[in-house]
């Protein structure tokens, strides 16, 4: 029961955080959604490392690591950690700039600009809503498994959820975490969900680095630290510390997944709250070497699970192969550490899902009022009414989500490289924009369709997820002179999408001048 009351005060503590932020909102819709563009360095790199880390970096990684050893990290750690920063500087900043210069709130708005198409809006608006809520699925298992597996036996005496093994079932506790997110992002909007964000970043990255320690001693058995790396270590078998577990093909095609982050809207959102271009600095700078501080723990932690003396093998081997992976880091903690320290990681866990779930739940209320209730003349628009109707089109997807993660359990880790998948496929639209003066409303329209068509088949082929192993092509494709091997289904997509792109747009009618005037022409802001 102490694991539990230590879970409880932490989600105390964050919905007293956004009545704070709440207190500090002006009432206009720039408030709720931007926070009046009014966010410095240190904020915005926090919010941002802290809404891109989510169940995936936490419980998906550890749960793939135990599942196919240490070149998860080469995999996706690294990779993200450079790619993701490139991002924020290649295409953060300049849309951050547009974004000051022509007064956008959503990427749609840019798109529409860019392209001179109101049809590219339609088509994308639920598409990026699809993909977001496949991301925020992410989050809502995540959180649940954890807190189903820290919490077993807080309620054996009392013999209740017998099933979850006495814990706190995992649909009661990912509707629980809905409802907290849901309470501080109503609220406390985006200078709330910031806050949460640098507050909750600050935590699981210092509960991480504890719960990090704490396993090691646990497993290793002895006073010193790097010894107990060293034991821990040892007692695995040696495929786990060697990238041997996965092939060279589809390991390499894992590298275009980060790209994913350059169209994700809550991000783009977050872009948009910078006090000035000079904000982006610190999160170029810091975030690969936050990543490093996550990652390399998670992963290490989920290859020791493999071992003999990790002292949760019997438990994993008698749970569903789908659910043994999002197990992995719940049951680590629930093993090694006491009530008190249990609860206190379990709570660093919950803040980095939910450092995610907030800024997604608040992008998609964005979204909706901005790219479907608003989209002719903004002038005159009533603030409050649109602040209502955001938050009412976030309670509807909230619902809609915990809805579908209860009818569609997967792996945490499987479930967000399909979400990431989709966002990458369009990455060569939002690239395009930014640089390509050839790009054509045509163009770009095919590539989304191209992209998300795509998508579709290959999800459908992968038994809509349920087929971790899943690969195109599914067998090595002979094309000649070239050889095809089995690659992850992430880059069938992003090629589809980036040729249509290129072709289609070279073959129809050229932009606008006053277009490429408009977004090329001029000399860039400070």
Partial sequence: MIQLAVILIYLALLITLGLAANRLFRGTAKDYMFASHSIGPFLLLMSLFGTTMTAFALVGSTGQAFRAGAGVYGLLGSASGIVHSLCFFVIGVPLWRLGQRNGYRTQIQF???RLDSHAIGFLLFPILVFLVIGYLMVGVLG??????AVTQGAFEKSGMFAASGYGVPSAIASAVICLVVLVYVFFGGMRGTAWANAFQTAVFMVLGVVSFVVIAGAIGGTDSFIENLRISSSQVEESQLTRAKIPKPLFF???????????????????LTARNANAFKLPIVMHPIFIMIVWVPCVLLGIWASGPESGIADALAAMDPHDRGNAVL?????????????????????????????????????????????????????????????????????????CLSLVLPRSVFDL????????????????????????????AIA?????????????????????????????????????????????????????????VSLVTKRPEAATLEKFFGGSPQK
Wanted: with cysteine.
């Fill in 143 to 148: 959180g649940g498994a954890v807190v189903e």
């Fill in 111 to 113: 798109f529409r600009d």
């Fill in 330 to 402: 719940g049951l680590l903690v629930s093993t090694h550490a006491g009530p008190l320290l249990g609860g206190l990681l379990c709570a660093g866990i919950l803040a980095a899902v939910m450092s995610s779930l907030d800024s997604q739940f608040l992008c998609l209320g964005t979204m909706f009022t901005e790219d479907v209730l608003q989209t002719g003349d903004s002038e005159g628009r009533d603030d409050q009414k649109t602040v209502r109707i955001a938050r009412t089109f976030v309670v509807a997807v909230v619902l809609a989500t915990y």
């Fill in 447 to 503: 590539s989304v369709i191209a992209a998300i068509s795509t998508w579709f088949v290959l999800f459908y082929r992968s038994d809509f997820g349920g087929n971790p192993r899943y690969s195109f092509p599914e067998q090595p494709l002979s094309l000649g002179f070239l050889q095809v091997p089995p690659l992850h289904p992430v880059v069938a997509v992003f090629v589809v999408s980036a040729i249509t792109l290129v072709l």
């Fill in 416 to 443: 967000g490289l399909w979400s990431f998948a989709g966002f990458t496929g369009l990455f060569p639209l939002v690239f395009a924009a930014i640089y390509w003066r050839r790009l054509t409303a045509a163009g």
């Fill in 253 to 271: 095609s894992f590298l275009l997944i980060p790209l994913s982050v350059g169209m994700f809207p809550h991000v783009f959102q977050h872009w």
